[in-house]
């Protein structure tokens, strides 16, 4: 039995997105007589596929980061994914921990999914806010109740003031709290972007991709070459490369495409703040600084600003609000399975291709890509909303239920029925043509709506407005549509609907 047994100690559990010093079990703990534990468990890589490079990169984050908290003076249980003695599951080595130190108390951080939340609360884990979120939980719901509908924009705003963030006193800075509309440049004629900062893989790192290829043989995802930061000094600097060399333009190209071109001019630094590598307060603080140094642009840095206090704040407090039946919410009453091809990216669709391919290489696609393309698609191939939620919680390297889900459910899919969005985010293949050169080389014509050479997205989109006419056309922002489609002659409504109809039954027995 342990010395910290007649100390009266604790077991606090870091979990692999909580790697932050200042994490809140970490500051409630004495390092006298506390011990941190952190897992490896199995059970966390399988309850959905997740994707090789995503299970590497939280492995090696977590290890570096017990490096770190056991040089800071903490003892520290790390559990291994091949100890003989491990359990597999969090909450079996909560109680072996307990077990091996003569404890009787556990605490933890609360955790970023409801199912994990649920067990720790069964085992009698003490559970702590999670204070690295700018807005907590109580603040949330203060904000959202009696409010007839959650839109992102004010709650984005209240954000804004609250943190003084790219604020003149009282008014926004640009005079304008949003300049999206200055964000949606096209790529024409190409563009030439920097590609994030790429770190060489340490020892640990190297013995991890090795367990992870042992381990996890038949998940999506490319293992190598592995390229992410995987400390808070890594992160720190992809941020500083990022707003040096891709934040003067990324307000332009927020959402633009680009065939065989990933990151655009994105920063890829959302898997570094979701497991606690970086501080997002002070990430925007340092692009709020760049335009104060006139280094960028208002658009660039208040764009950025939005995606960080706006919408990652936003979606986590509607995810804790309407959480556990969140989850299941179908409100388009979609049923078809996903296509098989979201996990091997062998279609004909040139988008769709090029978007796939890049997750299974890189466990990543912008916001755009995840939203204009393969959701949309989801959303009008009437695939139901859980199963386009578990493939994205799985193939993304920053995807965490908190952030995924309502982003997949509320934005991309519109299965909460409005909650998040007050539209669907539907759109035919001249959105995608607008925004990227993905229908350049395709083997569709972006041009027509019907016909052999018909564009896919183009006859769903309509034969999607068509099926859902009832609950959509009384929205004051799709009517207008419905007046474009009512302009068709009856006999090619019939021909995109029948169209439509066979190239989804063509698409199940596929």
């Not at 910290?4 to 970490?26: C, F, H, K, N």
């Not at 030439?192 to 790429?198: E, K, L, S």
């Not at 466990?363 to 204009?372: D, E, N, V």
């Not at 769903?460 to 068509?466: C, G, I, Q, T, V």
């Amino acid at each position: 039995m342990d010395s910290t047994a007649s100390a009266g100690g604790r077991i606090l559990l870091v979990l692999g997105d909580q790697l932050s010093e200042r994490l809140s079990v970490l500051a409630s703990g004495d390092q006298s007589c506390d011990r941190v534990l952190m897992v490896e468990a199995r059970e966390e890589g399988t309850y959905v596929p997740h994707h090789r490079k995503k299970i590497a990169f939280i492995l090696s984050a977590m290890r570096h980061f017990r490096d770190r908290l056991r040089a800071a003076g903490w003892q520290v249980d790390y559990v291994s994914l091949d100890d003989p003695e491990n359990t597999g599951t969090i909450i079996g080595e909560i109680g072996r921990a307990l077990a091996r130190h003569g404890l009787r108390q556990a605490a933890a951080t609360r955790p970023g999914e409801w199912r994990l939340l649920s067990a720790l609360q069964a085992a009698n884990v003490s559970l702590l806010e999670d204070d690295r979120f700018l807005c907590s939980h109580a603040t949330f719901d203060r904000w959202a109740e009696g409010r007839k509908q959650l839109r992102m924009e004010y709650f984005y705003r209240d954000m804004r003031r609250s943190t003084g963030l790219l604020m003149d006193d009282e008014v926004p800075a640009g005079g304008k709290w949003n300049f999206d509309h200055d964000n949606r440049k096209p790529p024409r004629g190409g563009l030439q972007t920097p590609a994030p900062t790429r770190f060489q893989p340490d020892q640990i790192t190297t013995d991890v991709l090795a367990l992870v290829d042992a381990w996890f043989p038949d998940h999506f995802g490319d293992l190598t070459p592995f390229w992410f930061a995987v400390t808070a000094a890594d992160a720190e600097q992809s941020v500083a490369d990022f707003i040096a060399q891709r934040l003067p333009q990324f307000g332009d190209y927020q959402d633009a495409m680009q065939r065989d071109t990933p990151f655009m001019f994105h920063a890829v630094i959302g898997l570094y703040l979701n497991v606690g590598l970086l501080d997002p307060l002070q990430v925007c603080r340092q692009v709020e600084r760049a335009y104060a140094d006139g280094k960028v642009a208002i658009n660039a840095a208040e764009g950025f600003i939005r995606q960080v206090i706006g919408w990652r704040e936003f979606v986590r407090g509607i995810y804790w609000r309407f959480m556990p039946e969140y989850i299941d919410r179908n409100a388009l009453d979609h049923h078809r399975p996903l296509p098989d091809f979201y996990w091997h990216g062998k279609t004909d669709m040139a988008c769709l291709a090029d978007c796939i391919g890049q997750t299974k290489r890189e466990a990543y696609a912008h916001h755009i890509q995840r939203l204009m393309v393969t959701g949309n698609f989801a959303m009008l191939a009437a695939v139901e909303p859980r199963q386009v939620h578990a493939w994205y919680l799985a193939v993304y390297a920053d995807a965490y239920e908190w952030v995924e889900a309502p982003n997949t459910l509320g934005m991309s899919q519109f299965a909460d029925g409005g909650v998040l969005a007050s539209k669907p985010y539907a759109a035919s293949g001249n959105y995608i043509n607008r925004m990227s050169n993905y229908c350049r080389d395709c083997r569709y014509n972006v041009k027509q709506r019907t016909g052999p050479e018909a564009c896919p997205f183009n006859f769903l989109y309509w034969d999607f407005l068509a099926r859902h006419r009832d609950r959509l056309a009384v929205n004051p922002r799709v009517a207008q549509i419905y007046r474009s489609w009512d302009r068709f002659e009856a006999d090619h409504q019939v021909e995109i609907r029948a169209q439509a109809a066979q190239f989804l039954d063509d698409l199940g027995n596929a």
